[in-house]
């Protein structure tokens, strides 16, 4: 950081209600030792286990395909003679075949338009809500955020979990909302602003919209309250993470979480920075080989299976969320004893093979955002040519040569042949969610 953004920071707001540094939402839960850990997910693991036998029929049909009652599960191991859950398996018995509990008593219903065919539909009763919100509002502390603060929430109201979840958290936590949503973009530069937020709550990249916003207009949100970022809900860079701290004068934490399993908040990282930690009282995290389903040696890298521990309305069990990490087990410096997950890079389905090279849309944002003359924002296009697939990056710069600059680096750090096209400043378009990095244009079902 330089010292011209070191001296802005000097400049903050301080907010005299903060706690002090070291806090824990649930101290006990949080810093529980692994073997008491370990048993409480045992005896949470047989009990959804018996829930889902008694009251999904998919799931009482698997494991009676597999020849196995709730009673068999005697040790944490004993969950990899367990079936799988899919995406699909939610769509298939669309909308409420899934859940463990009868409508009448679901408090809310989220669900993901998802890109294809029908949507995925999840439910939570009333005391789902409130666990989530716990959950939410020890990710929020996590993340440093304390009760006093004013929490400027610019994640998706509606169907998408990301606005309520982080809302419910915030509550729980005894922060002052901001219930913004997306969109908006100025007003959301006036708000953090006049409201003195301390705290920013949405996706990275519609972040670096606010950010850019901001600048635009001359409002310098550096100079001013913020102090967090929560950001997640897509995958971003340690470049990304740079960029957002220097534009907005903020520590840029990533959250975790899909709907499917609750929402936001499943796991998050401390103020270490240092890897997510998984809620493990909450969630059993394995770490499986796509291709053949089995556990990678630990420490490697793979697909995230979780398993809910606490679900009532929508109990999953060893569901594949396709999104590709790495699970760490060591101590943390902030003496929190729950798994760390690293960064997700992306999900199996946005990997690109692009002449025998797989490249996940996040590694190529890590070239680009940095580089001199080269805005941070970006997209994908993928077409077909031949039997090939040609991948062409769409950047922003005001020099029309930087084309062979871009070229080169991509080349040299990821060993992708791409072809650049650059465009004039503001021409990529700008998120306000989740942001739609890939333009496919290959011909579907080939
Ligand atoms: O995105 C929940 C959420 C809201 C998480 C706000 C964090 C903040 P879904 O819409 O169901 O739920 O999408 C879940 O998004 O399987 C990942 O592929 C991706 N994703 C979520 N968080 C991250 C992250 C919400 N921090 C899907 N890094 C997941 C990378 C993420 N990918």
């Known amino acids: 950081?330089?010292?011209?953004?070191?001296?802005?920071f000097a400049t903050k707001v301080h907010h005299p209600a903060r706690a002090p540094r070291r806090f824990f939402?649930?101290?006990?839960?949080?810093?529980?030792?692994?073997a008491a850990l370990e048993k409480l997910q045992l005896r949470r693991l047989r009990a959804t286990l018996k829930e889902a036998y008694e009251k999904v029929p998919l799931h009482r049909r698997r494991m009676q395909e597999a020849g196995l009652e709730p009673r068999d599960l005697r040790s944490l191991e004993d969950l990899q003679k367990l079936h799988f859950?899919?995406?699909?398996?939610?769509?298939?018995?669309?909308?409420?075949?899934?859940f463990a509990r009868p409508r009448t008593s679901l408090a809310r219903l989220h669900a993901s338009s998802g890109t294809t065919g029908k949507p995925t539909v999840v439910g939570y009763t009333r005391q789902d809500i409130a666990t989530w919100a716990s959950l939410m509002a020890r990710s929020l502390a996590c993340a440093g955020v304390r009760a006093g603060d004013v929490v400027h929430n610019a994640y998706g109201y509606g169907l998408f979990t990301g606005g309520l979840g982080a809302h419910y958290g915030a509550e729980r936590l005894g922060a002052t909302v901001v219930p913004m949503s997306g969109g908006a973009t100025e007003r959301q530069v006036l708000l953090i602003r006049d409201f003195a937020a301390r705290v920013l709550c949405a996706t990275p990249s519609y972040a670096l919209n606010i950010a850019e916003l901001a600048e635009r207009e001359g409002v310098?949100?550096?100079?001013?309250?913020?102090?967090?970022?929560?950001?997640?809900?897509?995958?971003?860079?340690?470049?990304?993470?740079?960029?957002?701290?220097a534009r907005l004068g903020i520590k840029a934490i990533d959250i975790y979480g899909l709907s499917?399993?609750?929402?936001?908040?499943?796991?998050?990282?401390?103020?270490?920075q240092d890897g997510l930690h998984g809620w493990e009282d909450h969630f059993l995290f394995e770490i499986i080989d796509p291709d053949t389903g089995r556990a990678v040696p630990e420490g490697k890298s793979g697909e995230l299976v979780i398993t809910t521990l606490t679900k009532q309305a929508l109990p999953m069990i060893r569901y594949r969320t396709r999104d590709i990490t790495r699970l760490a087990r060591g101590r943390c410096a902030c003496g929190r004893t729950h798994a760390r997950l690293q960064r997700i890079t992306g999900r199996n389905d946005d990997m690109l093979i692009i002449r025998g090279v797989n490249v996940y849309p996040s590694q190529i944002e890590a070239v680009l955002v940095g580089l001199p003359g080269i805005a941070p924002h970006y997209q994908l296009v993928v077409e077909?040519?031949?039997?090939?697939?040609?991948?062409?990056i769409e950047v922003e710069s005001s020099d029309p040569?930087?084309?062979?600059?871009?070229?080169?680096?991509?080349?040299?750090?990821i060993g992708v042949t791409a072809a650049i096209k650059v465009m004039k400043p503001g021409e990529v378009p700008r998120s306000q969610g989740k942001a739609v990095r890939v333009r496919d244009l290959r011909p579907k079902g080939v």
Request: glycine content about 8%; aromatic content about 6%; some cysteine.
């Open 1 to 8: 950081m330089n010292a011209m953004l070191q001296s802005r």
């Open 25 to 34: 939402f649930d101290r006990e839960a949080e810093t529980m030792p692994r």
């Open 85 to 98: 859950t899919l995406k699909s398996d939610l769509r298939d018995h669309y909308p409420f075949g899934l």
């Open 220 to 245: 310098d949100l550096r100079a001013g309250s913020l102090e967090i970022g929560i950001f997640g809900a897509e995958p971003w860079s340690e470049a990304m993470r740079r960029e957002l701290e």
């Open 260 to 272: 499917e399993i609750m929402g936001p908040g499943v796991a998050v990282e401390c103020e270490a």
């Open 384 to 392: 077909r040519r031949g039997s090939l697939d040609e991948l062409t």
């Open 401 to 413: 040569g930087a084309a062979q600059h871009v070229r080169h680096h991509v080349k040299s750090m």
